[in-house]
């Protein structure tokens, strides 16, 4: 029987490859982000995972105005990484048929992602896996969510497809051990006149009713209100609902929330309880 032995949401940005020059405020909290990721690492591989589904989006580098769609689900095995924004390009394997498995599953249950077999990943994928497998390797299955480009999925769709990605996980044969991970925002705003900005109220307010489990409340949000008030790039939640969603978590534990001003982020770092 397949099932999650490992499951979290996290912040990311690509910036957060390079440690923060000058203010010590922003520095000390940089190093705070990256014990909360060390911490979740170390919980990863305790958890011995035989493949880590990744939740993320992309930046116009592997999708674009001429393929855009709302759900993907990668279903090759080798996924190359774009290395933009100074993350270390680094290569991911998949395990074979396991993306089929999962693609086949979610379209039985009534979602209709992609499936991508050439699948490149830009930094939503690639950093929070550096900072997670810094000196081990694990193989990937990404998950794409379009969270760039209107019309964006609602919470609410995006809660029930995390579901439907469960259940796909669980019904499949291939790979008994399953490790899953959302991963974006918090609070930023990209290209964007108040980009810099950082909305730690906002914050604050997700985070203690994310982990709390309050995860059908935030699906009920207005995408529009969300974008408002932390930023388009807090539009990335969506892939900490389908993470939660999938392993059926009822809260999360928090490792670590930084507002890092050298970042233009809010950062947090959390493991799922389910």
Not at 10 to 25: D, F, L, N, V, W
Not at 253 to 272: D, N, S
């Amino acid at each position: 029987m397949s099932g999650f032995v490992w499951s979290a949401a996290t912040s990311h940005t690509g910036a957060m490859m390079r440690e923060p020059k000058g203010e010590p405020e922003s520095r000390a909290r940089a190093e705070q982000v990256f014990a909360g990721f060390a911490e979740l690492a170390a919980s990863l591989r305790a958890a011995k995972p035989d493949v880590i589904v990744v939740i993320a989006t992309d930046h116009f580098l592997t999708f674009d105005f001429m393929n855009l769609p709302i759900f993907a689900i990668g279903t090759g095995e080798h996924f190359p990484g774009h290395g933009e924004f100074g993350v270390p390009k680094r290569d991911y394997r998949g395990v074979a048929g396991f993306g089929e498995a999962v693609h086949r599953g979610v379209v039985e249950h009534g979602f209709d992602p992609m499936s991508a077999r050439e699948m490149p990943l830009d930094h939503s994928f690639s950093c929070p896996l550096q900072l997670l497998m810094p000196d081990f390797d694990v193989p990937v299955l990404p998950v794409y969510v379009n969270c760039t480009v209107d019309p964006l999925p609602s919470f609410a769709r995006c809660r029930d497809f995390g579901a439907a990605l469960g259940d796909a996980i669980r019904a499949q044969t291939i790979a008994s051990r399953v490790a899953i991970i959302g991963t974006g925002g918090l609070s930023h705003w990209v290209g964007l006149p108040r980009t810099g900005q950082i909305n730690q109220e906002w914050d604050r307010d997700f985070l203690d009713l994310y982990t709390a489990g309050g995860f059908n409340e935030i699906a009920g949000w207005s995408s529009d209100a969300v974008s408002e008030e932390s930023g388009n790039g807090a539009a990335e939640i969506r892939n900490w609902l389908v993470a939660a969603a999938a392993v059926g978590a009822i809260g999360a534990r928090e490792i670590t929330y930084q507002p890092v001003e050298a970042w233009v982020t809010g950062i947090a770092v959390t493991e799922l309880i389910a």
